[in-house]
């Protein structure tokens, strides 16, 4: 795991000075993260790098996972798609079953860490402990929340205005709410396996042993499967262009433990990815992060045509290896490409279509895009960013209504 000094040489000398600087009143204070998987998915990307690195500045960083049984991610799954506007209709047995899930954990959870720090919905209401508590609590949603379900957002709403404060990835995303709400982008660890340099060896290696053919340029989305993440579009986009190029199309994904559909939309694409020789699907365990780092860099052309994105981690994984990405203009995408100068936005199949068929036939202006985004990444998404952030928050929450802090 990368020391916190191995990040000097990316982001320079200040930037771990500051981090320091921050840390040191903080030192000593215990945080707890709480979140729904330990694998599988972007916010468990980040909080295996995260919590190491908040322990290296000298905080007692900690994190948990809430427990449930197969209904309760049925209903979080539920929470989840309606929260990205889907008309999921959800029952009364539904926030019982949340509700009673969540009741479960609080007997196993002593939640008394000086920063409670709960990401996303499905462990949102555990909150209600915290009249009996003293200590401070951040709700961390990484959601797109710019269009949620009422139904589902005025259920989970008086539990969100019980926090100190919340943080969202994106300005879309703010909500009428009682308490502070922070903007805070997540972030990629350029050291982890999933992002640290490869030699092309290795990676050729690591195609090999994949079974990906390297005969022809790869166009790829790395992702969950997830309506949400659009498999069944980016297979049209590539249908519709393939008379015009030469490409390989690979979908990549696995599932998450907090996701009970991934099966089911892996039998649609499958299905679907029968129509052309040339589209290959590709289900890898959750921990193949060096293996997802090899087929990003070994790719022309990175896609990631989300309909809904609190972030998208996948976006600036493959920025950052100075790849030309085509996404979907949703959520937190915009924060990380700007059309034409790092990236090319989507609105549509056709959009998507045009500009894989752009980028293949221009690889210098693909190059650019690519050069221009890594530059962007460096600059806004890696984890030091993220991490002096968090900290600022701490200071935030520990101060409140206070003008100015003083380090
Ligand atoms: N990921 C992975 N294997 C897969 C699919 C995705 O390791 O088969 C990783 C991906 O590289 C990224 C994270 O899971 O780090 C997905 O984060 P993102 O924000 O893109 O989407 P989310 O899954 O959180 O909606």
Redesign the pocket.
Known sequence: MARLEEYRSIVGSDTLEELALLARPLAGKSVLNVNSTAV????A?ILSRMVPLLQELGLDARWEVVKGGEDFYAVTKKFHNALHGDPTTVTPKDFQVYEDTLDENLTRLPLEEDFIFIHDPQPAALVKKRRALKNRWMWRC?IDLSRPSPAVWEFLKPYIEQYDACVFSAPSFAQSLRVPQMLIA?S?DPLSD?NRELPTTEVRDILERLGIPNDKPLVTQ???F?R??DPLGVIEAFLKVKPYINARLLL???T?DDDPEGAQVLAEVRERAKADPDILVL??P?T??VE?NAIQRASAVII?KSLR???????S?ALWKGKPVIAGAVGGIPLQITHKHSGALVHTTDGAAYWLKVLLNDPAFAQRLGESGREHVKQNFLLTRHLREYLMLFHAVLNPGTDMIRL
């Open positions: 599988g998915g972007g916010v990307e990484h997540p990629i999933k790395v992702s969950r997830d949400l993440k990549v994904g696995g998450a289900s890898l959750p193949s992060h997802i990631q994105e609190g972030f998208g981690l996948t976006v994984e």
